[in-house]
């Protein structure tokens, strides 16, 4: 069974940064697809970054342009999300998710593994 082992979160003022890290050792696809969700009950997870491994291709929402940062190296299992310039808009809790696939997308319908999620929250 794959599993994704969140870490990383917490609190931080507004203006801060946090960096999530997600442990994706159990799962392997050739060409695969990784990204990072977050979601504040009862609306739906949004997408917030997505990245394909192997050519590095990325992706992101408008509303994280140049603050946040989707990272992966070859060597290493961790998929990373840097946060900067955080915002209280920004508190959620924040999911990594993994499938195989040959584009980025933003779509939670793209992904068939799950991290347990980590709270991210953003005071003023």
């Known amino acids: 069974q794959v599993q994704l082992v969140q870490s990383g979160g917490g609190s931080v003022q507004t203006g801060g940064s946090l960096v999530l890290s997600c442990d994706t050792s159990?799962?392997?696809?050739?060409?695969?697809?990784m990204a990072w969700f977050r979601q504040v009950l009862p609306k739906d997870p949004e997408g917030v970054a997505s990245?394909?491994?192997?050519?590095?291709?990325?992706t992101y929402a408008e509303f994280v342009k140049g603050r946040f940062s989707i990272s992966k190296d070859d060597d290493s299992p961790i998929l990373s999300l840097r946060m900067t310039a955080l915002e209280p808009e920004d508190t959620a809790m924040y999911y990594c998710a993994a499938a195989c696939g040959m584009e980025p997308r933003l779509d939670a319908s793209a992904y068939k593994y799950w991290g347990q999620g980590t709270q991210v929250t953003v005071s003023s």
């Open positions: 159990g799962f392997f696809c050739w060409r695969a697809r």
């Open positions: 990245i394909i491994t192997i050519d590095k291709k990325t």
